[in-house]
Structures are given as C-alpha cells and as structure tokens.
C-alpha cells in the first residue's frame, strides 16, 4: 500500500481561491479523485479522474495534475465550501483504494 | 433515486464479531464494484474492501485482511461485510459506496471513484 499527501488545513477568506495539494509517486500513473465531507454527512465526489467535475458541482471546483502531484483548486471560495476534503486514487495494478489524511478548509 | 442504506451496526465488545448489511436501489447493482469505507471518530477516511459485480475480484486493506469479509448478493441488490476478531480501532462509521470505474483509452488508465454513498452505520468496539 502507500500513501496520499495532504496538508492537514488550508484557510481563505471569501471569495479567495483555494488550493489543495495531494501527493504519491503513484499519482504519475493513477488517476485522483476529490471528495468533500462536511460534518455528519457522507462524502460527495467534486472531482474525478483529475479534473473533471460531475453534473451538479458548482465551476468554482477544479482540478489538475502535474507529476506526481494533483491539486484541488476551489475560485471564489464561499462560506458553504468550509468542509474536508479528501483526494483518493489506486495503487499502480489497480487493487487497493488510498484515500489522503484529508485537508480541513477553513473559510475566514 | 439511487440509494445505499447500511444497517448492522452496534456496540460490540473486543473479540466479538458484526455483520453489517448495505441495501442498494435505482441502479442495477450487479454492474458495479462496490466498496466498505470507515471513518474512526475524528479521523479521515479509510478503505476497507471492494468487491467486482460478479464477486470475481475481491480486496482488503491490510488493516482488515484476514478478519473481515466482504460479499454481495445481487439478487437481493445487498452488500455485505462480515467483521470477525473486532478490536478498539475497529471502531468507525462504515460507509458503503458505490464504484464508478472503467478504463480511458485516451489516456490508457483505469479509474476507480466512489460516486453513491450511503449514510454510514457506526459501529463500536468496547468492553
């Protein structure tokens, strides 16, 4: 198994942008994926196979890839994105699922 | 509406066993991988298993291997994990979860995603 890298917290005021990175080896090879829970709720998919978003996700929400490094972009941050947000990707056959120790934003 | 409801979840003490229950509905089950995640009480997520549509191809975190069981019943459209030999850290909201996964072939990669998740159902290791 291995690991996916996050920073544990990243904070912006309104209207700012966020950026929250993830990091593997494996990522040069795997697709990531994005996820944001908010306290008591399941996780909801924001970002899938890098950087693309499913219907329903608001345009503020991107993603990108560079390497071995995939990065969560978040424009014009509002008060109701405050939440973790966990990236998550496979290992290099395809068998186990990783989930990164996930990045609480905070909205100032 | 598609939907995953667990059930089975409870207060069980060290070295006992647990077996929780996922119904899914809206989609037609058999077609897609599913998988058992868990969240320890302030902590991040972690997965579990994930089991093919077909229960051909079968996966364990290391943490679980060896304790836990996961098997489906698509005639029944149900999920199901079997946790033996619980222990303290055991101790989590389950989630179920839906795969979404296939292979790109403009970028010769698989993908693997977790689109639908239930509510999760807690389970507690304690004497």
Not at chain 1, 32 to 45: F, M
Not at chain 2, 19 to 46: D, H, I
Not at chain 2, 101 to 123: A, F, L
């Amino acid at each position: 198994s291995y690991e996916l890298t996050q920073p544990p917290s990243v904070s912006v005021s309104p209207g700012q942008t966020a950026r929250i990175t993830c990091s593997a080896d494996a990522l040069a090879k795997q697709y990531a994926y994005w996820y944001q829970q908010k306290p008591g709720q399941a996780p909801l998919v924001v970002i899938y196979k890098d950087n693309e978003r499913p219907s329903g996700i608001p345009e503020r929400f991107s993603g990108s890839s560079s390497g071995t490094t995939v990065t969560l972009t978040i424009s014009g941050v509002q008060a109701e994105d405050e939440a973790d947000y966990y990236c998550q990707s496979a290992d290099s056959s395809g068998t186990y699922r990783v989930f990164g120790g996930g990045t609480k934003l905070t909205v100032l | 509406e598609v939907q995953l409801v667990e059930s089975g979840g409870g207060l069980v003490k060290p070295g006992g066993s647990l077996r929780l229950s996922c119904a899914a509905s809206g989609f037609t089950f058999s077609s897609y991988n599913m998988n058992w995640v868990r969240q320890a009480p302030g902590k991040g997520l972690e997965w579990v298993s994930s089991i093919s549509g077909s229960s051909r191809y079968i996966y364990y975190a290391d943490s679980v291997k060896g304790r836990f069981t996961i098997s489906r019943d698509n005639a029944k459209n149900s999920l199901y994990l079997q946790m033996n030999s619980l222990r303290a850290e055991d101790t989590a909201v389950y989630y179920c979860a839906r795969e979404h996964s296939g292979y790109d072939s403009r970028t010769w990669r698989y993908y693997y995603y977790m689109d639908v998740w239930g509510k999760g159902t807690t389970v507690t290791v304690s004497s």
